[in-house]
């Protein structure tokens, strides 16, 4: 019995591993397995070299694994590029008609028990199902309810070509690879942008804007699957530019409203950005990192837009940042960042990247009963006659009524403005109006989120992490060997507040920061707020997910004195 496995399914884009993929992964998560999906695809939309991975254990797996057990070749490309990953006693599972010869190859006639090519990609997944000891009719329920939707026939035939892998696999008597008993109950299959979709409907958006760029689309998709139930509106622009300016005017007409895109469509937003701050709109903006510059590897991971991000707008307002490490607090943090724009009046960042935003994590589901009610505009005036957009207030957030609700006038401009919102270029009221937006900066500070400690009380050695390098530097301090590693995980990355994290970095004798990326950008930041004694970086910027072994590796010699 195995406590962990890594399967690993290769093979072209079209066809069909990452629907045999998903099948397997949410016949696990049914029957208890913990799982941890990462995926690799090529930007094209046919051809291509594509992976799926599925690590799943009886305990929980939180990082991906370079070390593969079984190999699911749908290919030839596959076996060559992934057999010096294949453990000593590993497994790949490939077509008969492949031409190769070697040890640890079983061959699988799959033409032969598929009708057509269509369903070839289905005896993967009987095979997959026997071999690791799943119930047959976990991945028969899983079929039914993905294909349920097709016309009877379909889903029948597909049943059918699962008996029959599933028999053949059983045929072959093949040990070693039998799963042991899980210990969990059955949990959700989310990415971090399902995470973010759950959260931002629990939030009640009614707009989403968006122009399609990898790793973001899925959010306004799956946004625009449920808009005709939820009331959502969700509206793919001509370019980056509009969809910006059309969320900002969605939020002025009273819509709690969100952007979805990556960095080079970020790029193109900026002065949309800085429109929000002018005009205290609020508006959440989730941009999905991808290796630059430019085009850079658009279906890859990195989290290289941090800085980007943090000063994108010209001229001088607030903004928070967060940066959420798994699929759960990617719902929480979309909630509080919705609550939070409306309450500071003005832009709030939520930053994944593809990694994050494509691995599929088993969860606990979310418990609906503690969500709070996100704030919302105001809704009534005491004096219409007399209303004024931009209020001078102490606390700098301005009575925010919606237009056409009430008979008051909300006027609003990108310029600079009078209290009541119409234009000017009177100098004294510029000054006051500068200061009234930057004491909003007061709301962001007093509603940050700490960051999370993990590890012993007085720890030698501490890593410093945030976003999706979560998961594999959580497993990196669990596989330390002794070595009295402790972990800091920040999910808001801006506005700082240095008393939550000073006192970590007074005793460790080294302070390694773990970041996808290569300058160290979020090391940068934090020495901004505090000195940090024998700071050392672990960058990875390749276009792969960290993971922990990576990470030990490393810190091993850096341990040694080596680079």
């Not at 289905?122 to 939707?149: N, R």
């Not at 207030?393 to 609700?405: E, I, K, M, Q, W």
């Not at 972990?487 to 080294?510: C, G, I, R, T």
Request: some cysteine; charged content about 20%; overall charge negative.
């Amino acid at each position: 019995m195995r406590k962990e496995l890594n399967i690993l399914i290769g093979g072209e884009a079209g066809q069909g591993l990452v629907t045999v993929g998903e099948l397997l992964t949410k016949a696990l998560i049914r029957s208890g397995y913990n799982v941890h999906v990462t995926q690799s695809y090529m930007s094209r939309i046919r051809g291509g070299h594509n992976t799926y991975s599925v690590r799943v254990g009886v305990n929980k797996v939180a990082s991906p694994v370079s070390a593969i057990d079984i190999l699911v070749a749908l290919n030839k490309e596959t076996v060559e590029l992934h057999q010096h990953n294949v453990t000593s006693n590993g497994l790949i599972l490939k077509d008969q008609n492949i031409g190769l010869k070697k040890e640890g190859l079983v061959n699988i006639p799959f033409k032969d028990l598929a009708p057509s090519s269509l369903f070839e990609n289905v005896v993967g997944l009987g095979f997959l199902s026997a071999l690791i000891g799943l119930d047959k009719s976990m991945p028969e329920g899983c079929i039914k309810s993905v294909f349920g939707q097709k016309k009877p026939d379909v889903v029948q035939k597909n049943i059918e070509v699962l008996n029959s892998a599933y028999t053949f696999a059983q045929g072959q008597k093949i040990d070693g690879f039998r799963l042991d008993k899980s210990r969990e109950e059955p949990g959700l299959m989310l990415t971090g942008n399902d995470g973010v979709v759950l959260g931002a409907m629990a939030a009640g958006v009614g707009f989403c804007a968006y122009y399609p760029m990898t790793p973001s689309t899925g959010i306004p998709m799956s946004l625009n699957a449920r808009g005709d139930e939820l009331g959502i509106v969700v509206e793919q622009a001509e370019d980056e530019i509009a969809a910006i300016n059309m969320a900002i005017g969605a939020s002025y007409a009273g819509a709690r409203s969100m952007v979805a895109t990556s960095g080079g469509g970020f790029a193109l937003m900026c002065e949309g950005i800085s429109l929000a701050g002018m005009t205290e709109t609020p508006v959440v903006v989730v941009v999905g990192q991808r290796p630059g510059p430019a085009t850079g590897l658009p279906t890859r991971t990195e989290q290289g837009d941090l800085n980007l991000v943090l000063y994108a707008g010209h001229g001088e307002f607030p903004r928070a940042i967060f940066g959420p490490g798994n699929p759960e607090q990617c719902f929480d943090l979309t909630i509080k960042a919705f609550d939070l724009a409306e309450r500071s009046q003005g832009p709030v960042f939520i930053l994944t990247d593809q990694y994050l935003a494509d691995s599929y994590r088993n969860i606990v589901p979310f418990d609906l009963s503690e969500i709070k009610e996100v704030a919302r505009p105001h809704d009534q005036c005491s004096d219409p006659e007399k209303y004024e957009r931009y209020a001078l207030t102490d606390s700098g957030v301005s009575p925010r009524l919606v237009p056409t609700l009430g008979p008051y006038l909300v006027v609003l401009d990108s310029d600079e403005h009078y209290p009541d919102g119409h234009i000017t270029e009177d100098l004294e009221i510029r000054t006051k109006m500068v200061d009234k937006r930057l004491k909003k900066q007061a709301v962001l500070d007093a509603d940050i989120v700490p960051p999370e400690y993990f590890g012993p009380d007085k720890p030698e050695k501490l890593l410093v992490c945030w976003g999706s390098t979560l998961g594999p530097a959580m497993e990196a301090i669990q596989n330390a060997d002794q070595q009295n590693v402790g972990l800091l995980h920040f999910s808001q990355v801006w506005p700082l507040n240095k008393e939550h994290f000073k006192d970590y970095f007074s005793s460790p004798e080294k302070v390694v920061f773990v970041e996808s990326n290569a300058w160290g950008q979020f090391r940068t930041l934090i020495e901004r707020e505090v000195r940090v004694e024998n700071a050392f970086s672990i960058l990875r910027y390749d276009g792969l997910p960290m993971d922990a072994g990576y990470i030990l590796d490393r810190l091993d010699m850096l341990l040694q004195g080596r680079k």
